[in-house]
């Protein structure tokens, strides 16, 4: 068995769920009540701004209140302690990574407290709401949006990431349903490579059969688990 230096690990909402925010595709297929494409798309902002940046203002809230939980602190540990490349790559919009003291971590679907000025193309951290139209502190355009890649946008810093999976001995998923492209193909993306590949979730995903091993249950036990081991 080849010697593990390199590792990618893919996160997603379930690794936040213990925090207390709330995953994507809960029973009925709504998303705290709204219908994705409602708030998550370019077509919904066009046509109503005011409820997105509403519904992205209350999210924007909300995460500042959470906690990093112990799956947070362990890949923390791990992104400190390992020698080799890592490169967590999240889906997620929260900032726990970050809070739990991660520093290598790629948010491919943007951050919650960004806001991406669309006049002037530059992205100011942010804690406030957007729903008020505040200016953008660059230019002062009443352009802001939330900075998060909604459906039918190009996830970011694809080509980084896809530098990072050729460059793996070890692809791990965490807390993701394995329902939404690209991330979801990663995993097709390392057995094509020859990487080895580990999914770490609550329960099955949809993306399950295509990972050599799949270790169930709450990411607060599992991954603090899986990081002791890699680390041995
Ligand atoms: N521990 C581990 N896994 C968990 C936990 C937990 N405590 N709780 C839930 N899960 C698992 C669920 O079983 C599910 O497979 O996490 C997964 C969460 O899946 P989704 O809600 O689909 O979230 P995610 O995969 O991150 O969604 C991808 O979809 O709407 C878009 O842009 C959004 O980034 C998001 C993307």
């Known amino acids: 068995m080849t010697e593990i230096r390199n590792i990618v690990i893919l996160t997603g909402a379930g690794i936040s769920a213990e925090s207390g925010i709330d995953t994507f595709r809960g ?9 994705v494409e409602d708030v998550a798309t370019p077509e919904a902002f ?15 809230a909300a995460i500042q209140e959470k906690l990093p939980n112990a799956a947070h602190m362990a890949l923390a540990g791990l992104d400190a302690r390992w020698k080799g490349d890592l490169l967590i790559v999240t889906q997620n919009v929260d900032d726990l990574h970050e809070r739990a003291g991660a520093s290598r971590v790629l948010h491919m679907h943007g951050e919650h407290l960004k806001a991406w000025c669309t006049s002037c193309d530059v992205r100011s951290h942010w ?7 505040p200016p953008c502190p660059v230019c002062g ?5 939330p900075d998060v890649v909604w459906f039918g946008e190009m996830p ?8 990072a999976l ?5 692809f791990v998923s965490i807390g993701t349903s394995g329902a939404v492209y690209p991330a979801a193909g990663f ?17 099955r995903s949809q993306g399950s059969h295509w990972f050599e091993e799949s270790r169930l249950g709450p990411a ?12 041995m």
């Open 27 to 35: 029973a009925g297929g709504l998303w705290e009540n709204h219908r």
């Open 46 to 60: 066009a046509r109503d701004p005011a409820l997105v940046q509403r519904f992205y203002d209350i999210r924007r």
């Open 127 to 133: 804690r406030a709401p957007l729903a008020d139209r």
């Open 141 to 145: 355009a009443r352009t802001l949006r």
């Open 156 to 163: 970011y810093r694809m080509d980084a990431i896809y530098a």
């Open 166 to 170: 050729r460059d793996a001995d070890l």
């Open 187 to 203: 995993v097709r993306d390392a057995r094509e490579l020859g990487t080895r590949t580990l999914e770490l979730n609550l329960e």
């Open 220 to 231: 607060s036990e599992i991954v603090p688990a899986w990081v002791e081991e890699i680390l």
